[in-house]
């Protein structure tokens, strides 16, 4: 979870000197009242948009209590979904996307659905192989997580804007816990060469030159390079076995 930032735009303080005449120290003061003025107007015309952003984007949200799917028995709720929708749309953003758009909004929706099928039918084959999340490593994680925020207060707030409690919170951490334990001793990370790497190095190297910057040594990056692959290879494994798990698996969509 990323808090909202607000970028608040600061006047410049003008510095006059003391043996400036009254005149000049009255036109600065004017100009200073002018950009302060200027930036206010900037900072409420933004301050508009994000909340119009924020409505649009909590407009696509559904009833917590609504079935979204049924997969084998299992059903997923809306308060579920809701928590993946908010994560999709905030990386859209991230990445340029407006998950407020008809084509953004669709693509948010089909992808909280996938993750969520996706998820639930990996969490039932660890439920299977009896992985378990102890109350020491949820709350471990709960104690991490509230460390991001000032106060109590924002923390609650930020729940409230992904459309959860601290009980649906305990949940998924003890979920994602147990997928972790799951994914590492059944999707063990994937071997790496060093030819894949060079491969990869050479490709980040020449999309550097065509932006002039300079690009580090290999083996400055070769380490974060080598992970970015593992990880790239052991998601693929997963999305391969997810697609397993569905040819014997009952979903049923309801959105």
Do not use: H, R, W
């Not at 107007?41 to 924020?54: L, R, S, V, W, Y």
Request: aromatic share 4%; charged share 35%.
């Amino acid at each position: 979870m990323k808090k909202m930032m607000f970028i608040l735009l600061t006047g410049l303080m003008a510095v006059v000197l003391a043996a400036c005449g009254g005149n000049e120290k009255s036109k600065e003061a004017k100009n200073d009242d002018k950009a302060k003025t200027a930036e206010t107007d900037q900072q409420k015309e933004q301050q508009k948009k994000m909340g119009e952003m924020q409505k649009n984007l909590e407009a696509q949200q559904i009833d917590e209590n609504k079935t979204v799917a049924i997969v084998n028995d299992k059903k997923i709720l809306g308060s579920d979904y809701n928590s993946v929708l908010a994560s999709i749309q905030g990386q859209m953003q991230q990445m340029g996307q407006d998950p407020t758009s008809k084509e953004g909004a669709e693509q948010a929706k089909n992808q909280s659905i996938d993750s969520l099928v996706g998820q639930t039918l990996l969490l039932q084959e660890a439920d299977k192989k009896g992985y378990k999340a102890s109350e020491a490593a949820i709350k471990k994680q709960l104690d991490e997580m509230k460390k991001q925020f000032k106060t109590e207060k924002e923390f609650q707030a930020a729940l409230k804007k992904f459309g959860m409690d601290v009980k649906t919170l305990e949940t998924q951490i003890a979920d994602d816990i147990k997928l972790k334990q799951y994914v590492e001793k059944e999707v063990p990370a994937a071997k790496v060469t060093d030819e894949e790497i060079q491969k990869t190095y050479d490709q980040y190297a020449e999309q550097g030159k065509s932006t002039g910057k300079e690009f580090p040594k290999l083996e400055e990056v070769k380490p974060q390079i080598e992970q970015s692959l593992q990880q790239q290879k052991q998601q693929e494994k997963l999305a391969l076995q997810v697609e397993e798990l569905k040819k014997n698996a009952k979903i049923d969509i309801k959105i």
